[in-house]
């Protein structure tokens, strides 16, 4: 049984880079939707730091899968060809662009016209690392892992752990997130989809076998893990939407929870996703 807990680092990396791209993307829109007061447009460009500082941290991370972090640099080597240089590739033009505009920003040496257009370029950035981010895994080699499962999944995170750290930062930049009360409903449905993808995955598993071993007994406590998983995301969001439902703007403290809860949820998710790995070998059959 594999529980995918040696790829530590690729776990943290992946859930970590995929949530702060989905969370950019949403708090680039409350930017550019105008409705922001002066003060608080200053206060939610400091509050963005946060996406930052967790990019930077999953980054090092994937340092430390390469083994030393000289050799993260011949991830590049294969620009254009290669899943892997492109996901790095990615997420650092979408780190370093946006990073250098949160800076402009702070530093009020964005001009307004510039900065509508260096959000709109970065968000597009964003989307292009969670696309790029399940490409890597989607090896003909590996049959548990070359099925739609792994985009969707990976996706998902964005939509799941990206609002809800969203929320979390424009919290703590003063934000009254009743005004953006439909947002819930975006990590809801993902919720949803997330049920819906791994009861079928559950079921699609013991259809891929070798002649040696079956894909359903690498991880064969797949049900509890992600019936765990799920009470977990459930819980998350749960910190986020009863404030709501009661029309109170929700504590800090609670959507830090929340958060917490969702991304222990999806680095389950990704353990289990790791621990599924099964190549080819002697024999296949689907």
């Not at 640099?73 to 250098?100: P, W």
């Amino acid at each position: 049984m594999g529980s995918g807990i040696h790829e530590w680092p690729l776990m943290f990396f992946t859930t970590l880079g995929q949530s702060v791209a989905g969370a950019f993307i949403i708090m680039a829109a409350v930017l550019l939707s105008g409705k922001l007061t002066p003060e608080m447009n200053r206060k939610v460009h400091y509050s963005m730091f946060g996406l930052w500082v967790l990019m930077g941290i999953g980054f090092l991370l994937s340092m430390m899968h390469m083994g030393t972090p000289m050799r993260a640099f011949n991830a590049f080597n294969r620009l254009g060809s290669s899943s892997l240089s492109n996901e790095i590739a990615a997420g650092s033009v979408f780190f370093a662009a946006g990073g250098f505009y949160w800076l402009l920003a702070v530093l009020n040496k964005m001009p307004a016209a510039l900065g509508k257009l260096w959000l709109v370029v970065v968000m597009i950035l964003a989307a292009v690392f969670i696309y790029a981010i399940p490409q890597v895994y989607q090896i003909a080699t590996v049959p548990t892992w070359n099925t739609p499962y792994t985009t969707i999944h990976f996706v998902l995170t964005a939509l799941l752990g990206g609002p809800l750290l969203a929320a979390l930062l424009l919290r703590m930049a003063g934000f009254d997130l009743r005004c953006i009360s439909w947002l819930p409903v975006v990590s809801i449905i993902a919720l949803v989809v997330s049920v819906i993808a791994v009861t079928a995955q559950g079921f699609d598993l013991g259809g891929i076998r070798s002649s040696v071993q079956n894909a359903s007994a690498l991880v064969p406590e797949f049900g509890m893990f992600m019936g765990w998983r799920l009470v977990l995301l459930a819980l998350g969001l749960a910190c986020w939407v009863l404030p709501l439902v009661k029309r109170t703007n929700p504590p800090v403290i609670m959507m830090l929870a929340g958060f917490v809860l969702v991304l222990g949820g999806e680095i389950i998710g990704r353990g289990i996703f790791y621990g599924l790995h099964m190549t080819v070998g002697m024999a296949y059959l689907a």
